[in-house]
């Protein structure tokens, strides 16, 4: 095997074929490096019979090792070459499954003839497979290649997880554990289980299987359907292109649009299919869906219908079946999402930070609304301490009509204290006091006293590693000034929430 084995080694080494994740080339080495002889006959009556055959007059079984009267032979021999005997019979042996199995990149393409199919598809580019068979077919696939037809079969291996039950166990038809995919589709839907596997499968590790995680699947994909409906009930004639007039909300979408689509493209030059789903995920469920949407109800954005076809096409992959249905509903263009090609960035026209700070301080008072149980319904006094451009910013219709809405606060003052009891919001650049009728001040003071503690450790840790001459020395310029921005921050924050707790 020796000899084999050098150049499969080679060709990850070099480059040739990259192994995905990484840290299977260990694995894949450690096998070829310390390779042993393959017994490639197997005691089973299916398989290919190996193609030997015995003399009864010449060969002695008795001494396999002297090959006396052992004919090897593609056509079946009428008669021993050695003694001329037409008694012969062949090994009853079958090749090694794997023996058959790593001519199969090659094999299925009519080798050894030269055919237009093993000159199309010969090599391939990836091979996606467990990481339980990386020697006993991956390693071989690599060997048998590079002899047999001079080239690696595939430049790329990606290894997935294998998946086990939620106590860890394989999945076995003896244990019975194993769940059966028909049944799984037929109760989630299939995308929700082919994107509920995806969203619980690390890269790294086993999948602990649970159904659970398929109606997160599930959950995602109602969602989603929905969005779609309320787009086409709220757009009917608008455009599927990317709008030229933009609002700052359009603007402040394709901006988290083109991060999400930066991410994603990087995912892939690596195959992390998982990190993909996350992502996608995230994006639709706690972006598009909770702020962009609420934005669109309020502010008439021109964007909606294009994202959403930017959104399914990247969704394609994982959720094809509802994606096409979406796809179709709205007449998106192609006669099929399969035809569609891969996402762009968006040319941005204005800065974003605004609608992002906003978007913050719609998230705290929320917090506050809730650590006080104070009803959605109710109806707060609000005073904003801002600088000048913010204060501009929200006292046009739209703004204010966003803040207003999605805060519950009937009346804002700017930029002048409260005289009463309030709660406290504090962000970089706003401070928002909210008035607190009938709310249980202690509580409050607990809350911020709370928070100042936590703000204090983080600011020792950070001064702490700051002061340590070997972080100093082995961290780069960009994290070190990351750190010093985040203490920065931190003591800015911590300096207002000590303001908020006085004014309780
Ligand atoms: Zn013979």
């Given at each position: 095997m020796q000899p084999l084995a050098e150049p499969a080694l080679t060709v990850v080494k070099n480059g040739t074929v990259k192994i995905f994740p990484q840290r299977w080339v260990n694995l894949?080495?450690?096998w070829l490096e310390n390779v042993r002889d393959w017994c490639i006959s197997r005691q089973l009556w299916w398989g290919h019979r190996i193609p030997v055959y015995y003399c009864d007059h010449c060969h002695d079984p008795e001494k396999p090792e002297a090959k006396t009267g052992m004919i090897v032979s593609e056509t079946e021999p009428k008669r021993c070459p050695k003694c001329g005997s037409t008694k012969l019979r062949q090994d009853d042996d079958v090749l090694d499954t794997w023996f058959s199995s790593w001519l199969w990149p090659f094999g299925t393409l009519g080798w050894p003839e030269k055919t237009e199919d093993l000159e199309r598809f010969y090599p391939t580019q990836t091979l996606v497979t467990g990481w339980d068979i990386i020697y006993l077919w991956v390693a071989r696939m690599i060997m048998a290649g590079l002899e047999f037809t001079g080239s690696v079969p595939f430049s790329s291996v990606v290894f997935h997880p294998m998946v086990r039950d939620e106590k860890g166990r394989k999945m076995s038809k003896s244990l019975g554990n194993s769940p059966d995919p028909v049944e799984l589709a037929d109760k989630y839907g299939a995308d929700a289980m082919r994107l509920g596997i995806q969203l619980i499968t690390p890269r790294?590790?086993?999948?602990?299987?649970?159904e659970k995680s398929l109606d997160v699947g599930r959950k995602f994909c109602n969602k989603l359907w929905n969005a779609s409906r309320l787009i086409y009930m709220n757009h009917k004639d608008g455009s599927n292109e990317l709008p030229t007039e933009r609002s700052i909300y359009d603007e402040w979408i394709l901006s988290e649009f083109n991060e999400l689509l930066e991410n994603i493209n990087r995912y892939y030059e690596t195959f992390e299919l998982n990190a993909i789903a996350r992502a996608l995920y995230d994006f639709v469920?706690?972006?598009f869906c909770d702020w962009f949407l609420e934005f669109d109800k309020l502010t008439a954005s021109h964007s909606a219908r294009y994202l959403l076809k930017q959104i399914i096409i990247m969704l394609h992959p994982y959720i094809p079946h509802i994606t096409e249905e979406i796809y179709q509903k709205f007449s998106f263009g192609k006669k099929s999402i399969m035809c569609e090609t891969w996402p762009q960035k968006?040319?941005?026209?204005?800065?974003?930070d605004h609608v992002s700070l906003l978007k913050a301080l719609i998230e705290?008072?929320?917090n506050v609304r809730g650590l006080f149980n104070i009803s959605a319904k109710d109806k707060l006094h609000a005073w904003l301490i801002t600088p000048q451009k913010f204060q501009k910013f929200l006292e046009s219709?739209?703004?204010i009509k966003v803040l207003k809405k999605l805060t519950g606060f009937d009346e804002i003052t700017f930029n002048t204290e409260p005289e009463i009891k309030v709660a406290s919001v504090i962000l970089p650049n706003v401070q928002c006091y909210i008035e607190l009728t009938g709310?249980?001040?202690q509580k409050e003071k607990t809350r911020l006293t709370r928070e100042i503690a936590s703000l204090t450790k983080r600011i020792d840790e950070i001064k702490y590693r700051l002061n340590n001459p070997q972080y100093v020395t082995k961290a780069s310029e960009m994290v070190k000034k990351r750190e010093a921005e985040r203490l920065e921050n931190f003591l800015k924050k911590k300096e207002s929430i000590s303001k908020a707790v006085e004014k309780l």
């Open positions: 894949y080495n450690h790294e590790q086993d999948v602990l299987f649970s469920w706690h972006v968006v040319a941005l026209k204005q800065e974003t705290q008072v929320r219709d739209t703004h709310i249980d001040i």
